[in-house]
């Protein structure tokens, strides 16, 4: 009578929601439970522990996925190519792994015959979203569950249930913040941040040095290929490799710090505290290169574009036909975002102090005002008459119905 136990494969974090959540779900569901840890760059602990930890809390299997790699080039990428800003400020950093760990959920729950995947989010967040909407876009037949919105489970219960099981749970030194990090950055909310008044305290901080600490300023110089930074001042370097540079050193200087109130996908709005070095640094440098190879309409239509494409992400619709598509125009507008941005780093800034590129729309004898200039003036009284005509067509007809 040796019937296959139905499967569910977790996203697990090492945490107190996602190892109480092993046993939950076994005693909810009946199913196995089988753990994977996607690396995202969440530091911290080393992976191996998580995956233990996971077996600890009676998980039939335990994944490590290294995906640090994967989510630089194919999230982080297009997202950096996109100058995606969530309400202009918020570099997605969340929003950017969660498809990324759907991805790997619906590929091991596929090749291991699972019929469901699980997370730990709540039912307030984003995450819970994206979760679920990109495994429902890649694996349609899988079920979702979501133990700690679905059984309405609160901190105090999962410490009880632990202790209750004894779980090798050590309950971490009491932090007051929710945490989640990556790569690109950390997002971190409640606590004392709950009240939009308070200050983010100095506890907050972990990928930014205090702005105000006075370190001189620093020149960097990032070589883009196609929207892609390929070198770091003559360095070759990889798109995880780029990001993490960029981390310690916009964030030495205080670069990257965000303070913002949000609106979530579900109504809310919260009250949220990034920071994102790298992020920052690089979208304000890739921008600015656009500004300089981009023909002047197809910048513009770019910028609306990203707008909405920040959007679709934010709102967990990575692998929507729209986002995809959208995609694929920001990758045509790419092709010649190629060559050199300085970036002057102080105090909690980055700037753009310079720029280069054989693919360069500057034109310096039309810009100059210095002799040589090829700009024919006399052509710019015409235009303008033109340019203008609607208006003036527009206005006397107001003056003729003002009386
Ligand atoms: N509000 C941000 C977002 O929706 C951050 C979410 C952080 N997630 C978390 N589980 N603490 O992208």
């Not at 709102?315 to 036909?321: I, Q, R, T």
């Not at 040589?372 to 107001?398: C, M, N, V, Y």
Request: proline residues 4%; charged residues 25%.
């Amino acid at each position: 009578m040796a019937s296959v136990s139905e499967r569910v494969v977790l996203a697990y974090s090492g945490g107190l929601d996602t190892s109480v959540g092993i046993g939950w779900l076994k005693d909810a569901t009946g199913k196995e439970v089988v753990a994977l840890a996607v690396d995202v760059g969440q530091g911290g602990e080393d992976m191996e522990d998580i995956r233990q930890r996971a077996l600890d809390c009676g998980a039939v299997e335990a994944i490590v996925v290294d995906a640090k790699d994967e989510f630089a080039a194919d999230f982080v990428m297009p997202a950096l190519r996109a100058n995606a800003l969530y309400q202009k400020r918020y570099p997605l950093v969340s929003a950017l792994s969660r498809p990324l760990i759907s991805k790997h959920l619906a590929r091991v729950a596929r090749e291991l015959g699972a019929d469901s995947v699980a997370h730990g989010c709540t039912g307030k967040g984003n995450d819970q979203v994206r979760f679920e909407a990109a495994v429902a876009a890649l694996a349609p037949e899988l079920t979702s569950i979501a133990p700690i919105r679905d059984l309405a489970l609160t901190r105090d219960k999962a410490i009880a249930y632990a202790e209750e099981h004894g779980l090798p749970i050590k309950q971490s030194k009491k932090n007051p913040y929710s945490v989640d990090k990556n790569v690109w950055g950390r997002a971190v909310e409640t606590g004392l941040l709950e009240d939009p008044w308070n200050a983010p305290g100095d506890g907050v901080w972990e990928y930014t040095d205090d702005p105000a600490k006075g370190l001189p300023a620093e020149d960097v110089v990032i070589r883009f290929a196609e929207g892609i930074p390929v070198a770091i001042d003559g360095k070759a370097v990889t798109p995880l490799q780029a990001i993490e540079i960029m981390n310690t050193v916009a964030g030495r200087h205080g670069v990257g710090r965000i303070d913002i109130i949000e609106d979530r996908l579900v109504g809310i709005k919260s009250r949220e505290v990034y920071e994102a070095p790298a992020g920052i640094a690089l979208v304000a440098a890739h921008e600015e290169l656009e500004n300089l190879v981009l023909e002047r309409d197809l910048g513009r239509y770019k910028r609306k574009i990203e707008a909405d494409w920040a959007n679709l992400v934010y709102d967990g619709l990575w692998f929507s036909d729209l986002k995809r598509s959208l995609d694929v125009f920001i990758a045509h507008t790419q092709r010649h975002v190629s060559g050199d941005i300085r970036l002057k780093l102080q105090s909690g800034v980055a700037m753009v102090t310079g720029r280069m590129s054989d693919q360069s729309l500057y034109d310096f004898d039309l810009a100059t005002y210095d002799t040589g200039d090829t700009f024919d003036q006399s052509h710019a009284k015409g235009f303008i008459e033109l340019w203008s005509l609607p208006s003036k067509i527009s206005a006397k007809r107001h003056a003729k119905n003002e009386g």
